[in-house]
């Protein structure tokens, strides 16, 4: 199995912009397509946004596209998801997760991070 550990989080003015990564171990990254889910307090887990395992193929929920971009270096052992323009309702616990292949399920991921706060002030 892979261990991720999350990292970047942080507080943020609206408009700004972070920058999260998720280090893997115990496995090489490239083993696993990737995805971003986040949590917000009193609401569902969303998914955000995934990776394929080389990184040629990217898959966003709609409300992300255009703001969010995921990518990863394999070379690195590390995924990234970029954060701009954003706004207060961005404020939720980020995780990081994989899976055998692409998908926007996070029930379908096997192995989790514990996650890391972004919190985006008004």
């Known amino acids: 199995q892979v261990q991720l550990v999350e990292s970047g989080g942080g507080l943020v003015q609206a408009g700004g912009s972070l920058r999260l990564s998720c280090a893997a171990s115990?496995?090489?990254?490239?083993?696993?397509?990737m995805g971003w889910v986040r949590q917000a307090p009193g609401k569902e887990r969303e998914f955000v946004a995934a990776i394929s395992r080389s990184g040629g193929t990217t898959s966003y929920a709609d409300s992300f596209k255009g703001r969010f971009t995921i990518s990863r270096d394999n070379a690195r052992n590390t995924v990234y998801l970029q954060m701009n323009s954003l706004k207060p309702e961005d404020t939720a616990v980020y995780y990081c997760?994989?899976?055998?292949?692409?998908?926007?399920?996070?029930?379908?991921?096997?192995?989790w991070g514990q996650g890391t706060q972004v919190t985006v002030s008004s």
């Open positions: 115990g496995r090489t990254l490239s083993s696993y397509a």
């Open positions: 997760a994989a899976a055998a292949g692409l998908t926007r399920r996070w029930s379908q991921y096997d192995s």
